[in-house]
């Protein structure tokens, strides 16, 4: 709007000089027609009718250079001044592992833990096999078996090998007596660690999972450690299920 008035005043002002020097020597053309045609110079009234032609022109000339630099209404300008609002991309949702208690604990899921997490942990016990995480993941994925799993029911049977004949019999979850393996006491004795997580693995999927379709330690736990036995299956499970817990928590011991 400034620039368009500045533009107007000007023009108002060149219109007055313009008349002026007219006026100061009989040429402007509104009085030089009529002065030509009556043979005199305009007169007084002649001479304020040329600025009111001129004035007027000169509104004209305003108004049409108004509408051409402002076109649109109010309500248009206030449109467009307001900034334009753009969606916020948002962050693409980043796939969150529910919380262990909400787990089924299938062996057959992906194992969570890596191999250098699983030999903090045995390390923390003081396990006999501890550095043998790596083994213990590699075993577990070979068999189809879910190795935080494998791992807690090393904790719970024997304390990850510090306790009970596991120490002798390097058997992950003291296997009563295998084909191909030493029997002592009716339990499997095995030559390495390797060996031991190799037996359980196979048992668990060859008998509990391809056998008689469990697949959870739920499941499973009842046929593996029977109430006949002198065995608390609820214990069992909370244990079993404190230990992965914690693990998934990024704890090495409850």
Known sequence: MKASHLFCQVYHDLALLSNRHAEMHGKTAALAL????????????????????????????????????????????????TPTA????????????????????????????????????LAAYNSPAAGKGQALYDLGRQYGINSDIALAFFGHESTFGTRGVAVSSRSLGNLRCLPNYACVGGYAYFPTWEEGFKAWYALIRDLYVNTWGLTTIDQILPRYAPPSDHNDDSAYLADLKLFLTTWYEGKVRP
Do not use: D, W
Not at 102 to 112: D, E, G, K, M, N
């Open 86 to 121: 753009h969606p916020v991309q948002q962050e693409s949702t980043i796939q969150q592992e529910p919380p262990a208690a909400a787990f089924t604990f299938s062996v057959l899921s992906q194992p969570r833990l890596s191999p250098a997490f699983i030999n903090n942990v």
């Open 34 to 81: 009529v002065a030509s045609a009556q043979g005199r110079k305009p007169n007084t009234m002649q001479r304020l009718l040329g600025y009111v032609i001129l004035g007027l022109v000169a509104l004209l000339v305003c108004v049409v250079l108004l509408g051409a630099m402002h076109p649109t209404s109010a309500a248009t300008m206030g449109r467009l001044a």
